[in-house]
């Protein structure tokens, strides 16, 4: 342009000058302020001891971890969602277990990916068959997006309905009917998985790509057979963990491939020896199914969660923790993975490891009250009053909240029991603990935790006759009696150790 101007040639020296000048005031400009979300503000001045390489204080000792408080919704880049129960809506109520099944197998998918925080089955769950709008729910379970839908099977027809949902706006993101054969299911999942994910601008690498595809059986039969397996388990009953085990096998006499079904068996076994019958035979069940679910497939990390939990029962607990922590490194967000790692770490004395897996457990699924609890105990093992009460005193709110939306929720009305009387309500505690046995009476695990409840509020002969019971049902988890700090005022009674060496002749 200059040619056209008439300007003297001196000019162009003083335009080289001049940004030569700005830069320089640019430069220093940008060395003593900073552009944030609030504005221009002047930068910090670094700390002494980063000018003089000098190192900062030490943290002192013990200090107080973070509890995950109530969830809020993510507000950053992570996407944040949370997958309702599926209405059944087949004329058969059995189907139940199917659509209930679909649902978590959509979650299953889903939560393989990093970029997505989703919400767990025991959080979402909690709202089948309650009323409650959507803003409502997302609210409770700290998150963006909600699925919800329903399942219509008659035969070998499947109609499933799915709509993606936007807390905020309360309106969909994404909404498709499916109308199809039985065999097609695997596709539909896969489809929706897709969906929820194109919905949400989720950017997926082809390995991320490829894992939420379900590829876990090909075989619609061998699918249903494994949901009602899966079905049976939540429950903790010795006759739903036998009928989980005859569904698992079903499954695997149909597709002998099926990795998950071996996963599931294990579990079976596993919690069945845990919480039932403590014999060397469901010992020797649980590892030799956790075992062929890894080589059928070694990148599944629910496989590796459930070796895990089979080698913690066998005594193998150096092998156990490496298997968590491959279930763990292949996928994050498992909440099993890091819960069953802390209940072995506390069996094994562990407490300060067990501390860091219960507290990632309530990270991942801010709505169990199971880890909080157990945590509060590894502090009380370690000697950590002050956290084990301010996890307790958290943890209260948790299990009402479950109970007002699951009130014969055996498991929560004894853990709520134990809980309300080491925070001085014992009035409470004993209703809870009086309705968990008027349930469930002859169950070795609530048996147990009664037990416990009775030892927590200083009635050792009703504690220990419980306890005598619960042996008698089939209760023989030598380890966690040993380490289990609610029954530390029993440790010099007499008749407990008479239990501890009955249980140990037993083996």
């Known amino acids: 342009m200059l040619p056209g101007l008439n300007l003297p040639d001196w000019t162009t ?13 640019a430069v220093m400009l940008a ?31 013990q200090a107080a971890p973070k509890v995950p408080a109530k969830p809020k919704a993510e507000t950053g880049s992570r996407k944040s969602i949370a997958v309702l129960p599926l209405v059944n809506m087949s004329r058969d109520a059995e189907n139940e ?16 990916l990093p970029q997505l925080k989703v919400a767990s089955r025991t959080s979402s769950f909690v709202f089948k068959g309650k009323e409650a709008n959507i803003p409502t729910v997302a609210g409770e379970l700290g998150v963006d997006t909600v699925l919800e839908g329903s399942v219509r099977r008659a035969g070998d027809r499947v109609r499933i309905t799915a709509q993606l949902i936007e807390a905020a706006s309360d ?66 009953t010795r006759r739903d963990y036998e009928h989980a085990i005859r569904m698992f096998e079903q499954a695997i006499a149909v597709d002998a491939k099926y990795a998950l ?4 068996l294990a579990d079976a076994y596993s919690h069945l020896y845990r919480y039932a019958d403590a014999t060397q035979k469901n010992v020797r069940k649980s590892v030799e199914a956790s075992e062929k679910a890894i080589v059928l497939d070694p990148d599944s990390g629910e496989a590796h969660a459930s ?43 562990e407490f300060e490891t067990a501390e860091k897996m219960y507290l990632k457990a309530m990270e991942v699924n801010p709505a169990d009250y199971q880890s909080p609890l157990f945590l509060a105990q590894a502090y009380t093992s370690m000697g950590r009053k002050h956290d084990e009460m301010r996890v307790r005193l958290g943890a209260l709110e948790t299990i009402q909240r479950h109970l007002e939306m699951n009130p014969h929720d055996t498991r929560a009305l004894y853990f709520g029991a134990q809980n ?30 009664v037990a416990c409840f009775y030892a927590l509020q200083g009635d050792p002969d009703r504690s220990i006759e419980l306890l005598t019971k619960a042996v008698d049902e089939g209760w023989g988890d030598k380890e966690w009696l040993e380490t289990d700090s609610d029954l530390d005022t029993l440790r010099t009674d007499e008749r407990f150790k008479a239990l501890l060496e009955r249980i140990e002749e037993s083996k």
């Open 307 to 349: 070796r895990g939990l089979s080698l913690f029962i066998s005594s193998q607990f150096e092998m156990a923790k490496k298997e968590f922590e491959r279930a763990i490194e292949l996928n994050p967000n498992l909440f099993e993975a890091y819960y069953y790692y802390g209940l072995a770490c506390s069996s094994n004395s």
């Open 13 to 25: 020296t003083l335009v080289i000058l001049l940004v030569a000048l700005g830069f320089v005031i």
């Open 171 to 236: 309106s969909h993101l994404w909404s498709e009917t499916y109308d199809r054969e039985m065999r097609d299911v695997f596709a539909i999942q896969d489809d929706i998985a897709q969906s929820i994910v194109d919905a949400l601008e989720v950017t997926l690498s082809p390995q991320e790509r490829r894992s939420i595809q379900y590829v876990a059986t090909s075989d619609a039969r061998a699918f249903d057979f494994y949901l009602r397996g899966r079905n049976y388990m939540y429950t903790m």
């Open 31 to 61: 060395w003593a302020f900073d552009i944030g979300p609030d504005g221009i503000h002047r930068t910090p001045k670094v700390s002494e001891h980063k000018v003089t390489g000098e190192s900062p204080e030490p943290a002192p000792e």
């Open 420 to 449: 309300l009387v080491l925070v001085g309500e014992n009035e409470k505690g004993v209703e809870l603990a009086e309705r968990a046995l008027g349930q469930d009476q002859d169950e070795p695990v609530v048996l147990y935790n």
């Open 261 to 264: 079904a071996y996963a599931g």
């Open 97 to 112: 277990y199917f659509s209930d099944g679909i649902a978590e197998e959509i979650l299953n998918l889903l939560v393989k």
